[in-house]
T-cell receptor, first 117, second 115 residues
Framework: AQSVTQPDIHITVSEGASLELRCNYSYGATPYLFWYVQSPGQGLQLLLKYFSGDTLVQGIKGFEAEFKRSQSSFNLRKPSVHWSDAAEYFCAVGALPGSSNDYKLSFGAGTTVTVRA | NAGVMQNPRHLVRRRGQEARLRCSPMKGHSHVYWYRQLPEEGLKFMVYLQKENIIDESGMPKERFSAEFPKEGPSILRIQQVVRGDSAAYFC?????????????FGPGTRLTVL
């Protein structure tokens, strides 16, 4: 069975400071990993995704994530947070494209990020 | 190109009533997925539909829940005789083809509250 854990429910960070959101996954095969962001009133927007290659992957809005197989982690980072980054962030895992059930994503419970001036 | 549309955004029902949630996929998308997010939990897959076909409903509760995606019009998630435990956020996603977790585009969700 696949599952995702986001240990931090809520994080508060000052504008301009760095941000790291943790994600641990459990998956029986090679995982396809995602980070989504949901701003208030909006749908989930894909920030980045990973299943092979360089373990440090770049996404949109200045975000990056690092895959660590030994730790079953896929943490999201941003060097300098902007007030517009205040949102809820979801980590998700799925099967590789072309696999059976590759459409079926499993999500973490989300981390809400508050940015203070 | 408008994104995935869901309505209503908020829905309040009393126990025993019916809830109908609508999802209009992105233009050109013919595959729809419904997810449910219970309080304090992540999104959970419910059902995958193509036009006029249910492909995978393994995540749907066995009773009271049904989904359709007709040839014309939006996809509908229907919950009959709602109970308090149905209170959740329901998200719809769409994709342009039958394969591709990386191709799912999500709507803003419908927040269902059962009194």
């Amino acid at each position: 069975a696949q599952s995702v854990t986001q240990p931090d429910i809520h994080i508060t960070v000052s504008e301009g400071a760095s941000l790291e959101l943790r994600c641990n996954y459990s998956y029986g095969a090679t995982p396809y990993l995602f980070w989504y962001v949901q701003s208030p009133g909006q749908g989930l927007q894909l920030l980045l995704k990973y299943f092979s290659g360089d373990t440090l992957v770049q996404g949109i809005k200045g975000f990056e994530a690092e895959f660590k197989r030994s730790q079953s982690s896929f943490n999201l980072r941003k060097p300098s947070v902007h007030w517009s980054d205040a949102a809820e962030y979801f980590c998700a895992v799925g099967a590789l494209p072309g696999s059976s059930n590759d459409y079926k994503l499993s999500f973490g419970a989300g981390t809400t990020v508050t940015v203070r001036a | 190109n408008a994104g995935v549309m869901q309505n209503p955004r908020h829905l309040v029902r009393r126990r025993g009533q019916e809830a109908r949630l609508r999802c209009s996929p992105m233009k050109g998308h013919s595959h729809v997925y419904w997810y449910r997010q219970l309080p304090e939990e992540g999104l959970k897959f419910m059902v995958y539909l193509q036009k006029e076909n249910i492909i995978d409903e393994s995540g749907m509760p066995k009773e009271r829940f049904s989904a359709e995606f007709p040839k014309e019009g939006p996809s509908i998630l229907r919950i009959q005789q709602v109970v308090r435990g149905d209170s959740a956020a329901y998200f719809c996603a769409s994709s342009p083809r039958d394969r591709g977790a990386n191709e799912q585009f999500f709507g803003p969700g419908t927040r269902l509250t059962v009194l």
